[in-house]
């Protein structure tokens, strides 16, 4: 059977066995013990032709609710953003696409350069002096970030506050669980970290403070402060990223003093897809990086003086140092960083505002309304992004499921991660959403409520 | 392929132009101040570069155009498995049912994607032998470590806590270092002279303390392990688990199967073996099949079935948690079940018989001209070695290497693994044409004899790239990692 | 290539007494190995190092290479030229690329480093 993607035909099968020595392909496999050949044919289905293949495929797709289909009030760590069209229409050109990580720099100075580019970009939105080329997603980097904090400072109690994404601190949870590291959780006020206890928990044992902000209730953060408690006792100030757009009109963590800055890099150009890939983001302290993990793309010059790229300080990574480098990471998520870089350059220094303000205002108007609903309240005081939480007269969950057939997709129910706050949506507005959406919505709410 | 040079974003810069309009807000506005203390607020914007749209089309699409990529042409990455990516498999990825879901989007929505991913673990159980598979992991390392934890956790269960993981010396670098990050020993076994692992020396290695032999296999030199059902009977005497890495898993496909040769666990590098494109260094997809003793220990959550509906479970008691937020790297499971699907089992066998008569045959034709460390037949790939040409005309691998980006190839893997001297690794996949092969092969011998006849043109190699040999100690010296306006 | 006066250990650093206090440094034969040095990291002042233990890191851009310490005792000096000028490392690892100065605690350790001729030996050289 001629297989799509295998050119050989049976007579250069047969030509080629030839040249090689041997008179079967079966001869090729003589070295596996017998013992262990799978002596039947591998029980899947019969191949497809690819008009049976698209149409399962888009069977499948079709029995999803997708965020094109329902109007979208859901956020939580992974956002509804608009993404212009020239971002993966550049980003899933097959250069970029099928590309491996660029080690022949000689041949792939385009994805090292857009790679120079996407560290620059970040460190501008961030105000850091170093970003890394990409992590996993924004957990398993806020994860890694907790443990250079620990390398870097040599001490090994980590304060987390209770308002980073509970998933990402579960995450750092199973990361740090075997390094000796120990976490403690620093609890809430007002939707915030409570500073009065950070400060009490805060000693010379203490490696890093890690807030993250906007927070996961959307709630914005005192980094300031944070940052100065934490500095205070040698610790670092560890600042995780759920929706790195706030970072258009929000005061960025390099300004206030954070040491490490990590987290999910998603809304910058990249889809909803169930959950990943993502985009792990990574930045620290022009002193601090020799000890980041993950590659970096350095600029430098060729032998005859052009200017050029390359991959550089690999002597941290695993492929040098072995056992001893700072992380295991090998593949990354660079096609999602060049998107990142697409989607930065495309907003550009004025678009990055504006979209930040944007889901400012929308998030801002949608709360207003919905808290004038008889019995809906808002859970907290604090100032938000673009996502709040609401107390609800009936139980979250349940009016997710009134909405839905209104073609609606509502918050997170809170419960499933904060028992005392079963009564808490976690909505999110971003600027995709709009007015006449936010007032349907609202209404809708009403009706479904009463 | 000289395409120019490509000046940096930054510099394209110029202010008042932009190349995404966003609306003005169809909401009342109120002063920011009202919504947000002013001392949240950012001053300045980060600097930005202001361009136009069809300035951000040509850039990168020129950058584009200073790439090597598979879609270009031959790619011969030992332990990359760089075969070719089917463009439906793309198409499918971006339907909206997919690329637009979000995570927590109530399950009735999610079906079609709780059913993909379900089915793809029964398939890739089918075709590793394995019972459970988790998708969590986001790349081959990710699910080394992810592994590594259930063992752990297994092994504390028992009661145990051991402290050693044991890796062959010709092991990816990231098996060594996962270990580490698990918070185990690494303990190094070497190969014999037919380069597969010395059993001799694997017995004094192992002990009660070992919690884990981690094995590639075939190995990195591409070499089937000839005494894999020793090597099983050994690890498994001392009760510890046996671990496969499954980057070469390509040439095995419907030919013999993990956990029929006795692994525990192993983990599956889907942007390998399942044809999904690296994206110039990821994303890829990690997945980590284990034998039911290991299954209580898988993250959560685990996808399952009941009747026709199909749930995320989070009710598992002895998980090891979560090793990153929600489920995986959905959109290259897409891709992967799509060339599952598209291959069938037949096709996959295909895949793995092509694979290595493609890479015996290009041994063939490369043995007269290069040293060939351990002369077997060879599966997916083979190691030769440049250490010849080294002594008898200074030229290193990395010259020859980087010669052949004159020929407008891409290299192979050079200095691994690191048991081989001057190490060539050489994987073709099946992917190729033998017209490919033969002209990559000439390529080669060309090499050589250039070698011998004028070594200073290869060592000054390579002359026709965009750029010629960077300055990677200046690089790494005074790293500059990011621009600044001057 | 390596002064006679010298003690060597099998890692290739070298050590030199004066007045009491032990200099330390790699040999030229590490030195080439690793080719270009691009970093060095080493331990602040008052550092204690155990004899052949590793106290700092040399670096390379594709090698990295732990620094043993020859011998016990207090790092009293450290040469922070290197910081920025790692390359002296390669030029003059003998006089100006020298790593630290150890206050040591049993110079009787000093002995049971190599002379020149069982390092040479060591190194293929003899």
Known sequence: MPVQYIPVTEEERQEMLRVIG??????????????????????????LSDLELWALLRGLADQNGHCDRYTCFLGAGAYDHYVPSVVWHLASRGEFLTAY?????????????????????????????????????????????????????????????????????????????HLGMEIVEVPLQEGVTDLDVARDLLSEQVAALVLQIPNFFGCIEDGQTASDLAHRHGALLVVGIGEPLAMGILRPPGEYGADIVAGEGQPLGNHLNFGGPYLGMMATRQEYVRRIPGRLVGATVDVEGRKGFVLTLQTREQHIRREKATSNICTNESLNALAAAIYMVALGKQGIQKVAELNLRKAHYAKTRIREIQGFSLAFRTPTFHEFVVRCPLPPEELNRRLLPHGIIGGLPLGRFYPELADGWLLCVTEARSRDEIDRFVDLVKEVAA | MNPREVPLIFEESVPGRVATRFPDPDVPVVPLEEIIPKDYLRERPPEFPEVSEPEVVRHFTWLSRRNYAVDLGFYPLGSCTMKYNPKINEDAARLPGFSRLHPYAPEELAQGALRLMWELEQLLCEISGMDRVTFQPAAGAHGELTALMMIRAALEDRGERRTKVVVPDSAHGTNPASAAMCGYQVVVVRSDDRGNVDIQHLRQV?????????????????????????IEEIVHGYGAFLYLDGANLNAMLGITRPGDQGFDVMHFNLHKTFSTPHGGGGPGAGPVGVKNVLAPYLPVPTVEREGERFYLNYNRPKTIGKIRAFYGNFAVLVRAYAYIRALGGEGLRQVAETAVLNANYLLTLLRPYFDLPYNRLCKHEFVLSGRRQKKEYGVTTRDMAKRLLDYGYHAPTIYFPLIVEEAIMIEPTETETRKTLDAFAEAMRRIAEEAATNPELVRSAPHTTPVKRLDEVQAARNPNLRWRPT | MYPEELRYSTE???????????????????????????????????????????????????????????????????????????????????????????????????????????????????
């Not at chain 1, 790679?115 to 002096?129: F, G, K, N, S, V």
């Open chain 1, 22 to 47: 041997v008179d079967s392909i079966e001869a090729l496999f003589a070295d596996i013990p017998p013992a262990v050949r799978l002596k039947r044919p591998l029980n899947i289905e019969p191949p």
């Open chain 2, 206 to 230: 192992m002990d009660e303390q070992v919690a884990a032999f981690m094995l590639t296999n075939p190995n990195t030199l591409g070499l089937f392990e000839e005494h894999i059902l020793e």
């Open chain 3, 12 to 126: 290739h650093e070298w050590a030199r007494l004066e007045n009491g206090r032990v200099r330390v440094g790699i040999t030229k034969f590490a030195a080439d190995r690793l080719s270009d040095v691009v970093f060095v990291e080493l331990p602040p002042v008052g550092t204690e190092v155990q004899f052949m233990q590793p106290f700092g890191v040399v670096e390379s851009v594709k090698a990295v290479s732990d620094l043993y310490a020859p011998v016990s005792g207090k790092v009293v000096e450290v040469n922070e030229a290197l910081k920025d000028h790692p390359e002296i490392l390669n030029q003059d690892p003998y006089g100006e690329g020298w790593l630290v100065v150890i206050e040591p605690t049993d110079l009787s350790e000093l002995q049971k480093l190599l002379g020149r001729d069982e390092y040479l030996k060591l190194i293929g050289e003899a």
């Open chain 1, 101 to 177: 990580t660029p080690y022949q720099a000689e041949i792939m100075q385009g994805e090292l350069q857009a790679i120079y580019e996407y560290q620059t970009l970040l460190c501008e939105l961030l105000a850091m002096d170093v970003a890394n080329a990409s992590m996993y997603d924004g957990a398993s980097a806020l994860a890694e970030a907790t443990v250079m904090a620990r390398d870097l400072t040599r001490r090994n109690r980590i304060l987390v506050s209770r308002a980073v994404h509970p998933e990402y601190r579960q995450v750092i949870q199973t990361y740090t669980r």
